[in-house]
């Protein structure tokens, strides 16, 4: 393991300190527990991030799929891509049907 020192509120450390003394534990093992909930979730979202841009640059899934996955409007979704280089596909008329009607 390695110290690391951080600070906190005073409001931050005595709630720490109390939950450490409830549960037995120390208050580096909840900060260390804490860290590894939120970042996590975190990789866990960022993979679905990932797995779903590939989705869609493979042609599997649409455009309006897509900004389903990641939590976005459709404008927004094209912003992201975008904003990562992705160029947008054009769909069919077909493609273009189904994702209106899903909206």
Request: avoid cysteine.
């Amino acid at each position: 393991m390695k110290r690391t020192n951080i600070m906190l509120s005073d409001d931050q450390h005595k709630k720490l300190k109390r939950y450490a003394q409830r549960e037995g534990r120390t208050l580096g093992g909840l900060v260390r527990d804490a860290l590894d909930v939120v970042y996590k979730k975190k990789d866990r979202l960022e993979h679905r991030r990932q797995v779903a841009v590939s989705a869609y640059i493979e042609g599997f899934i649409s455009l309006g799929k897509l900004a389903e996955v990641l939590g976005l409007d459709p404008v927004s979704a094209r912003n992201y891509l975008k904003d990562q280089g992705i160029l947008i596909q054009s769909q069919d008329l077909h493609n273009l049907t189904q994702d209106s009607e899903n909206a």
